[in-house]
């Protein structure tokens, strides 16, 4: 590991208390109380508006590629007109705002409109409205929701979606190709806020239901999660403690996470709300087609804080890489780069550390939190220097993580005021989701870092319902061993599900990179098709080494994985394999593909399976 010396920056010291509790478990808490937060985000907003009214908060480009800004001056003044016209339509807490569309300035000021006048907002992954086939989640989602409004960027691109039965009777709002009979986003502007928005916002308190967000988890249907101001500001706060250089200046952020999901909407965008800084809406994901979009926001808008998901990394580290004026400016004002939404592989670790040296001549942070849409979303943030990843920090100031043995693991549980109080009309998962001391059951596991030294942190130790016993009774840490296959596979496999419950050996279900499988056949053409590659000798070349390498590390049966196969179609979003971020769901994956669980452990010899000599 490079011993260069990290950028200067200020955490807050990592402390923590420690309560035994009988039979083996324990509460961690923050020694440091939570300090006040505010009431709403509204008055977030009006703080910014009358301390700093001419800087930017959010920019987008526009068609000509330019950059469309909205000052916190006419931010505020464009959700106060927003929130009267609502109030208008008889919008009130049972008759939410329901957004299908991506990140977008008029997506922001609606959202915010709303809450502002103690209005809730539902952001519903545009992957239920433009990748599903039967609309079965949306409209799920709307029937239960009932809204009064439903907004779309976009009319003709949902034109399909906004016409399911649960919608027909809801007025449409659209930025762009309005369908027959909708209105259009500039038209909500024209309101002359009056003495009813004044009274709304006066009205909203930290209990009163900002955002209902749905989360899909191992189920077939979403859940709605209920988001209060209390939790969204509370946490807002509880960052601040923890990071206190954020109040050094404004922070800059160019992000693409999406405001359906807790870490870009409540984490992200709201860490721009509570410390005046400015987002800078990416267009760009972590895809191919999309990612030269990233690229170019980046070329040209350095951040100073940089989030993403490990495969939006993954994907990013080559064109840093190789793009020298990319590197600068994307390193040119970093102070903290941060991974969430699942484990980061310790390879793409140590390659952004080297490129932080490289380019600014010292370590740029890299660190993580853990939390979940329920939490709004952080529980534990890492304020302290670590050398690897995993490490997801320690509570926050107002949360406190019980950790009690199950199955050979610490299972983790959560209570503060960032918790959520439970799900949108289901009391039945309400009640199911907390223990008998009101903690939330999250299905987290996690242990020390160092026993001797709690304030050393915590790292993840996987899902507790993930794991799973070989037929020997030895169990198998499943997210342990996944981060150990893609590292020892690299660059070839994207991401893997684990198998071999009640089986005699391990198997590696994996999803096959086109980038990373071509690099390995410099002779195949770019567009060859992936179920091409995968056969190649090079690739299962490879993948065969991985699989020696990893046996070779002397963990026991556990961490020998003794068959593979790589597939080519990626995960499904309709049968709940992937989430829009990126986040693969072992369960759900397994369920699916049982057909390929049974040829990975077939008696005969199938080519395409690779297996350990």
Known sequence: MNSTAWGPINFAPARVSVEELPGGGMILRSPDSLKPFSRCLGDLLHHWAD???????LAQRDAEGGWRKVTWAEALKAVEAIAQSLLD?????????MILSDNSIDHALLAQGAMYAGIPVSPISPAYSLVSKD???LKYIAD?????LVYAADGARFADALVIPELARVEVVTSTNPPAGSASFASLLTATPGIEVETAFASVRPSTVAKILFTSGSTALPKGVINTQR???SNQQAIRQCWPFLADSAPVLVDWLPWNHTFGGNHNFNIVMRHGGTLYIDEGKPVPGLIEKTVANLREISPTLYFNVPRG?????????NDEALRVSFFRDLKLMFYAGAALPQTLWDKLENLSIRTVGHKVRLVSSWGST???PMITTVHFDIERAGNIGLPAPGCEVKMIPNGGKMEMRVRGTNITPGYYKRDDLTQAAFDEDGFYIIGDAGKLADPDDPAKGIVFDGRVAEDFKLMSGTWVPVGALRLDIIDAASPIIQDAVITGHDREEVGVLGFASQPGCLKLCPDAAPDTPLKDLIARPEVRDHLAKALKSLAAQGKGSSHRVARALLMDEPPSIDANEITDKGYINQRAVLTCRADLVERLYAESDTPEIVRLA
Do not use: Q, W, Y
Request: with cysteine; net charge positive.
């Open 374 to 376: 329920e939490t709004s």
């Open 135 to 137: 609309f079965s989640k």
């Open 144 to 148: 239960l929701l009932k809204p009064g």
């Open 89 to 97: 339509r008889g919008l009130n807490k049972n008759r939410p705002v």
């Open 51 to 57: 301390r700093t009214p001419d800087a930017i908060f």
């Open 231 to 233: 939790m969204i500001c």
């Open 313 to 321: 990394f993954d994907m990013l580290i080559p064109l840093l890489e």
